[in-house]
T-cell receptor, first 117, second 118 residues
């Protein structure tokens, strides 16, 4: 079974500063996908960024970037120029092929990020 | 972008009532839909996966007779909590993916349903 570990239950960052959220995972799969989702107080799950395991280049989406270390099974999220709207729970997620053409997400326990004005 | 609509957003009802939650994909065909449960300050726990036209696959520990899932069309899945009790109170989130055979299809989430059983 796959596991996703987020070792930081809570973090805070000053507005406009940079913060990095950690995520490690355990799998015997070679082909998989990794995601970071954001869940603001409204509870809606929002996809922030995703990474295909077969790609060596780290994914970036505007202020969000990842540091994907496949051998170390690490997938950290860096948020640059933090904004108040970034305050949310952040979930790291792993997706594997679950057979018969289906795919399944496994979530970490989340990191609560607070951006301080 | 793709939108998943979940309804209702909030339900408060008496113990013993059955509650139906709908999940619709508005602008794509959802070949696979997922139902999650989230307790306060915790992560999402997958309850079941359903493919259109076939029976749902439930995760270990989830009672299939308690949580009835129907995925009758490519745009609609429903979760019915039968004879709900206070311990069923939770936040339920649906999610949908289109396409088959490719993990590159993103998973889109509904806004969730907060269920409170009195």
């Amino acid at each position: 079974a796959q596991t996703v570990t987020q070792s930081q239950p809570e973090m805070s960052v000053q507005e406009a500063e940079t913060v990095t959220l950690s995520c490690t995972y355990d799998t015997s799969e070679n082909n998989y996908y990794l995601f970071w989702y954001k869940q603001p107080p409204s509870r809606q799950m929002i996809l922030v960024i995703r990474q295909e395991a077969y790609k060596q280049q780290n994914a970036t989406e505007n202020r969000f970037s990842v540091n994907f270390q496949k051998a170390a099974k690490s997938f950290s999220l860096k948020i640059s120029d933090s904004q108040l709207g970034d305050t949310a729970m952040y979930f790291c997620a792993f997706m594997k092929h679950a057979g018969a053409g289906s795919y399944q997400l496994t979530f970490g326990k989340g990191t609560k990020l607070s951006v301080i004005p | 972008g793709a939108v998943v609509s979940q309804h209702p957003s909030r339900v408060i009802c008496k113990s013993g009532t059955s509650v139906k939650i709908e999940c619709r994909s508005l602008d794509f065909q959802a070949t696979t839909m997922f139902w999650y449960r989230q307790f306060p300050k915790q992560s999402l726990m997958l309850m079941a996966t359903s493919n259109e036209g076939s029976k749902a696959t439930y995760e270990q520990g989830v009672e299939k007779d308690k949580f009835l899932i129907n995925h009758a069309s490519l745009t609609l899945s429903t979760l019915t909590v039968t004879s709900a009790h206070p311990e069923d109170s939770s936040f339920y989130i649906c999610s949908a993916r289109g396409g088959t055979g490719s993990g590159n299809q993103p998973q889109h989430f509904g806004d969730g349903t907060r269920l409170s059983i009195l």
